[in-house]
């Protein structure tokens, strides 16, 4: 048998006895989100630890777990932690975890992070939902021998971040007066933040938004049919765009400014999501 689905096989075969009900919605907490999971009634949680072969998170501040719990009464299974390409994993342990929360029963995975803004009509603080995304700076996830109980060697990309969703996001925002900008997240590998010219390029090729995560997952998930969704948040303004130099402190210090309106914008669409 192919071994990474072997592996994605025997990774469900740890959990399978500890997820509490199958979950609806399959949720990435990115920076500053982190402590969503804390603030709900949580049904269950497995530590990442606590499964054969796992990748766990190596980032400071990072936790590995996930959490079950309902969001606004919608069955979610919540992704505390995530690991990435620069971690130095391959690309299929990545995605690993995305994956297996699709055998899990999620039908709608939905992505967030912190990005840095490319688009000049950005600034540090903002929201924004992933029209589209930009991923051919990585590695596919999905190379090598295809997974054919997962899906098609050649998927289509055409509609990778749902309509139907995109128009929900929207209008939750709206609803709830939260300004909510739109644009393509592009991928890099990391971990070096972007250089000027990189940046330059970027926008060049229609980038809104430049983070080292959500794409690669997004790509698989597409792979397996499942519905998607994300959103950024625009922790600072992408290098050359200011004249300070970039720090990870600084991308904190906005994600977690902005997590109170994030975590509401967040509840709120899951409820939605459940009407669907
Ligand atoms: N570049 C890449 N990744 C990021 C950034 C950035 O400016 N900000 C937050 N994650």
């Not at 048998?1 to 399978?16: A, G, I, P, R, S």
């Not at 969503?36 to 590995?64: L, M, R, W």
């Not at 749902?162 to 939750?172: A, G, S, V, Y």
């Not at 698989?220 to 050359?240: D, E, P, R, T, Y």
Request: aromatic fraction near 8%; proline fraction near 4%.
């Amino acid at each position: 048998m192919n071994k990474v689905y072997e592996k994605l096989l025997d990774c469900f075969e740890c959990v399978k006895d500890k997820i509490p009900y199958k979950p609806k919605v399959a949720l990435i907490l990115g920076s500053g989100l982190g402590d969503f999971a804390d603030c709900q009634k949580i049904d269950g949680v497995i530590d990442y630890n606590e499964i054969a072969g796992f990748p766990v998170s190596t980032v400071a501040g990072h936790k590995g777990r996930f959490v079950f719990c309902e969001v606004m009464g919608v069955k979610t299974v919540i992704m505390q932690g995530r690991v990435h390409l620069y971690e130095g994993y391959e690309p299929t342990d990545v995605v690993l975890p995305v994956r297996l929360m699709k055998m899990m029963g999620a039908e709608i995975l939905f992505l967030t992070n912190a990005a840095g803004g490319v688009n000049f009509d950005f600034k540090a603080g903002d929201l924004m939902l992933i029209e589209d995304h930009i991923s051919s700076f990585v590695p596919s996830a999905l190379k090598g021998e295809n997974i054919d109980e997962l899906g098609v060697r050649f998927p289509d990309m055409s509609d990778i971040y749902d309509k139907n969703i995109r128009e929900i996001i929207e209008n939750t925002a709206k609803e709830n007066n939260i300004k909510l900008k739109k644009g393509v997240y592009l991928q890099t590998a990391g971990p070096a933040y972007e250089s000027k010219a990189e940046i330059r390029m970027f926008r060049n090729l229609g980038a809104d938004a430049v983070g080292m995560s959500t794409a690669v997952e997004a790509t698989v998930a597409n792979h397996m049919g499942m519905k998607i969704c994300g959103i950024s948040c625009i922790s600072n303004l992408a290098c050359g765009m200011t004249d300070n130099p970039l720090t990870h402190e600084e991308v904190k210090e906005t994600a977690d400014r902005t997590a109170p309106i994030f975590k509401e914008l967040v509840t709120k669409i899951i409820g939605e999501l459940g009407k669907i």
